[in-house]
């Protein structure tokens, strides 16, 4: 309040203040004479001497002459109830720019920049992190494990500062809580050692309770909010409960997806009763993860665009709706990102689930994906991966390219996807140098 004061009384912005001033004025005179009005005095009543007034620190103009003595007992309370407005407004401002860049950005705030983080920034192209993946080369072993998880996720942080610091994870730790054993094998990826495609199986599917089955996610979230100490948001994730059937009924990977779509087509039931159970627990899930720390949260929904847009309706859409609608109803300020590679075919659908955020992949052109969506949506996105194996001037090309057709504000920059294998080190840290130091 005190920055407030001085602010005002130096009068930096003299129309501003003039304009104040008479406003005080009328306002003073007004209230004087209702004050007569209604309470008369024979004189009017002089300012104490223990209160002396002086003269205001500013040269008044002269077709505005000072207040009459009469009324500047009822000006000083205006001027005083005029520096409270202000500084309530100040204060407010002040906690918006506390919040962090990617925060404001989302809920439309006025920004200087797109705040920018990267899928994936945390991983193998990181020389640090091989070395961790030496030392432990079990990935569940390093995703389940608080003091690895924290390092991990902030190693990129240490080095880049990006505006988002993503929990490292995998969107399938939540299947050994819902009795169904995995593991995630170099060189294979994900295996589900008894897939899930009978009704009766799907009656095993345990509903996912993550204070009981990973906490070391909370642990590791408080974490690193505290580490991050609102420089950044702490970003959480979940997987989309479409995405995590189509890996645990075709029992990992697929190319062509024909089990979960034998299942989908030939017993419906059966899949919408597995979908159920993933949905509700991912819904719990992003409860979990913001109660701990997540300041934003991304349900990655990888597989549905291998849906034609009548089965996404039927099998994705309503899912994702529910985990965000149930959420929502808790956390209401938490702000939720979709992504879903290559979700070109489904950009509108997308934005029916209710989510704060689209993240288009880079076979969308960003300027059309905007269009699309609608001013009300915040995008984010959307430089193809690859470009990060280009030359410096071609990164910073389509960086500016990227953030000129997204326009300005309620935009995350990030790439169309996560960073790949092999990509160099330096050029990443190219991407982020440009990406912070633009200006709108």
Request: glycine share 6%.
């Amino acid at each position: 309040m005190a920055k407030v004061n001085v602010l005002l009384d130096s009068c930096k912005d003299q129309i501003r203040f003039l304009i104040d001033f008479q406003i005080l004025l009328s306002l003073t005179k007004r209230d004087t004479q209702l004050n007569h009005q209604l309470h008369p005095q024979p004189q009017p009543q002089p300012c104490p001497a223990s209160t002396p007034l002086s003269p205001p620190p500013y040269p008044l103009p002269m077709f505005l002459p000072p207040p009459p003595e009469e009324y500047l007992p009822q000006f000083v309370w205006n001027l005083n109830s005029l520096k409270l407005h202000v500084g309530a407004v100040a204060e407010a401002k002040a906690t918006a720019a506390a919040e962090p860049l990617l925060l404001n950005a989302v809920r439309g705030e006025d920004v200087e920049r797109p705040p920018v983080w990267l899928m994936r920034q945390a991983g193998r192209y990181m020389k640090s992190y091989q070395i961790i993946c030496e030392k432990y080369p079990s990935f569940r072993e390093r995703s389940e494990n608080v003091d690895l998880v924290v390092e991990i996720s902030l190693q990129p942080w240490n080095v880049f500062k990006p505006d988002g610091v993503i929990l490292f994870s995998d969107i399938l730790t939540p299947l050994s809580g819902m009795n169904i054993p995995f593991d995630i094998v170099k060189g294979k990826g994900p295996i589900i050692f008894d897939p899930i495609r009978s009704a009766a199986q799907v009656d095993q599917v345990r509903e996912f309770v993550p204070e009981d089955s990973v906490p070391y996610v909370g642990e590791a979230l408080t974490i690193l909010r505290k580490e991050v100490d609102n420089k950044a948001a702490v970003l959480g994730f979940v997987g989309a409960p479409f995405t995590l059937a189509s890996y645990v009924v075709e029992g990992g990977s697929s190319k062509h997806f024909s089990k979960i779509k034998r299942l989908a087509f030939s017993e419906p039931k059966v899949l919408h009763s597995l979908l159920q159970k993933f949905a509700s627990s991912m819904a719990r899930y992003v409860q979990y993860q913001a109660d701990n720390g997540a300041q934003a949260v991304q349900i990655f929904d990888s597989w549905a665009t291998e849906l034609s847009p009548v089965d996404f309706e039927e099998f994705s859409l309503p899912y994702l709706k529910q985990i965000v609608d149930t959420v929502k109803k808790t956390h209401p300020e938490l702000p939720i990102i979709l992504y879903a590679s290559g979700s070109g075919g489904l950009l509108e659908r997308l934005a029916l689930t209710g989510v704060d955020v689209v993240s288009l992949d880079w076979t969308v052109d960003m300027a059309e994906g905007r269009k699309r969506l609608g001013p009300n949506m915040a995008v984010q996105g959307n430089v193809d991966p690859g470009v990060l194996f280009g030359s410096k001037e071609f990164i910073t090309e389509r960086i500016n390219d990227t953030v000129r057709k997204a326009g300005r504000g309620k935009h995350i920059l990030n790439l169309g996807h996560g960073i790949v294998v092999g990509t160099p080190e330096e050029n990443v840290a190219h991407f982020f140098e440009v990406a912070k130091g633009i200006r709108y």
